[in-house]
């Protein structure tokens, strides 16, 4: 008795099937924005000789020292003080790990803080895959969703979205991406990371 070939099945049908669609989103959206994510702390590790965990508040406050310019550009008055006082708050978190990373400058970036990383990396890319994904689309939505009549709240909403655009998406994956290995020579570290 001969079987049946039943074929390739079409684009479409794949796009429904809810598994085969979760292969296409990991494939063509998660893993290339996590290599992405990956050859960014590494570039940052290599020019700037600073820890990788460092890049995303550094990002966090270049990104509020833009809206601070451009509130001050658009508001006046008591929205602009109200502004001033949230931007402020948003970057009290980056600025304080930013000084305790500073204060603890000796260690420095070696096996010890890569394998650290790497962990957590490696427990937030497979735990938090729909995490990155739900932050991703939303992020692309919410400037076309977010739309308030109000002029002030309106501005306060639109800094909100560029927020978030900017530095929510980035997070997540800058947290879930393999880290650069350290640059120390150290014997020990290298054979750590090929046969351990």
């Not at 509020?64 to 001050?72: H, K």
């Not at 990396?121 to 994904?133: C, L, T």
């Not at 900017?166 to 750590?192: H, Q, V, W």
């Amino acid at each position: 008795m001969m079987t049946k070939f039943r074929g390739v099945r079409s684009p479409l049908h794949a796009i429904g099937d809810g598994r085969i669609g979760m292969d296409w989103i990991n494939r063509y959206i998660d893993q290339p924005l996590l290599h992405g994510a990956a050859g960014l702390l590494r570039s940052w590790h290599l020019r700037t000789r600073q820890p990788p965990e460092l890049l995303e508040p550094t990002w966090n406050l270049v990104v509020l020292a833009f809206l601070l310019i451009a509130s001050g550009q658009v508001l006046a008055g008591k929205p602009f003080a109200l502004g001033v006082t949230a931007l402020i708050m948003l970057a009290l978190p980056s600025a304080r790990k930013l000084l305790s990373a500073m204060k603890a400058r000796g260690g420095g970036y070696g096996a010890r803080e890569y394998k650290s990383l790497r962990a957590r990396a490696i427990a937030k890319r497979e735990a938090e895959w729909s995490v990155r994904i739900i932050v991703l689309f939303s992020s692309a939505c919410l400037p076309f969703i977010a739309r308030i009549d109000d002029p002030a709240g309106a501005c306060f909403m639109l800094g909100a979205s560029i927020w978030f655009v900017l530095t929510g998406p980035l997070k997540a994956y800058l947290d879930a991406a393999e880290p650069p290995e350290p640059n120390e020579g150290d014997r020990m570290f290298s054979g750590a990371l090929h046969f351990g």
